[in-house]
């Protein structure tokens, strides 16, 4: 049987690297042209007036792909795809569901050849490895690159509500302050503003504009904000006053939770160091001996330790996380 899966990948490899190759050009073409026609709107916005038939589509778009075909059959048969479309806005890029889904589509093809031809694993073995990688590392970018977006945030945020109490002070109406920390403060925090601002133009109710921005910021902060503005239209009160409040409070949960993460930092290390250690000795005895670490892919019963023993290192990492994360 292993000689069978071997002709028939050595007689679809061609077909594989070609199909590697098309889905890399087409989610490269992509890109660009996303990229291109955003410069073309914006400069177009920028140096043309706005007439009755120039005036933006101020619809929500909800399009996952600049291809029907696609799109179609991803708001058919993808699940949970509002979950998976928040991840990619909370990323700050413009990136698409069928552009992850193909690029993948495309890193469960690599692995896989990889997986067969360069490092010699069984078909059968490659197959599930390269389709949870395939899956599971795009996803983990795109929330690393959302988590690091979401703290930038954090870390700018009660600056911007300084600013907004200033100018509430001053006399300055909320949707004006709102304007100013659009335009003084840069992404994310800006951009933020500034897309809330541009829905209130557009005759869209301040509470509408803030939730649409609260789903977009999942953080506690924002959160924060919005039912304290949410309160202080239904309640009325000193809105400078709770915002400066509100300002005080998110300072202090920063430092507490740097205060956290510094008298952790040896306990993430170990966590860190226990995780690795088994692949780097992997690793380092594959080089040196290979055959000695054979027997844990072609045998049955080494097939079942590994399989025990990586799900064993993520239990363990998974609980020594948990229990390195406090609730602020």
Do not use: H
Request: aromatic share 6%; proline share 5%.
């Amino acid at each position: 049987m292993t000689s069978l899966l071997e002709i028939d990948l050595a007689q679809i490899l061609p077909l594989l690297i070609g199909l590697s190759a098309a889905l890399l050009l087409l989610v490269a073409a992509m890109m660009v042209s996303s990229f291109r026609k955003r410069r073309v709107v914006t400069f177009q916005a920028a140096q043309e007036p706005l007439t009755d038939e120039a005036l933006p589509s101020v619809r929500r778009d909800e399009s996952d792909s600049s291809i029907p075909t696609l799109d179609r059959a991803v708001k058919r048969w993808l699940p949970r795809r509002e979950m998976l479309r928040n991840r990619l806005t909370r990323t700050g890029y413009d990136i698409r569901i069928s552009n992850f889904l193909l690029v993948s589509a495309l890193v469960v093809v690599i692995l896989g050849i990889v997986g067969v031809r360069v490092v010699g694993f069984q078909l059968l073995i490659v197959v599930p490895l390269a389709i949870g990688l395939g899956i599971g590392v795009p996803y983990a970018l795109i929330c690393l690159l959302g988590n690091r977006r979401m703290d930038r945030f954090n870390r700018q945020f009660p600056e911007a509500i300084d600013i907004m109490v200033r100018g509430l002070r001053a006399g300055m109406p909320l949707g004006d302050s709102i304007q100013i920390v659009g335009n003084e403060f840069p992404a994310p925090v800006g951009l933020e503003f500034r897309t809330i601002d541009r829905a209130v133009t557009m005759g869209q109710p301040m509470d509408v504009a803030l939730a649409d921005a609260a789903r977009r910021v999942t953080t506690q902060e924002f959160q924060f904000f919005v039912v304290s503005l949410a309160l202080q239209r239904e309640t009325g009160g000193n809105l400078s006053e709770t915002l400066d409040n509100l300002a005080d409070i998110l300072r202090r949960r920063r430092q507490m939770r740097l205060k956290i993460k510094a008298m952790s930092s040896e306990a993430r290390a170990s966590a860190w160091i226990i995780g690795m250690l088994p692949f780097v000795m992997f690793f380092v005895i594959m080089a040196v001996r290979a055959n000695y670490v054979t027997p844990l892919f072609t045998d049955p019963r080494g097939i079942i330790m590994v399989s025990c023993g990586i799900l064993s290192i993520a239990m363990g990492i998974f609980v020594m996380n948990k229990m390195m994360r406090f609730e602020i």
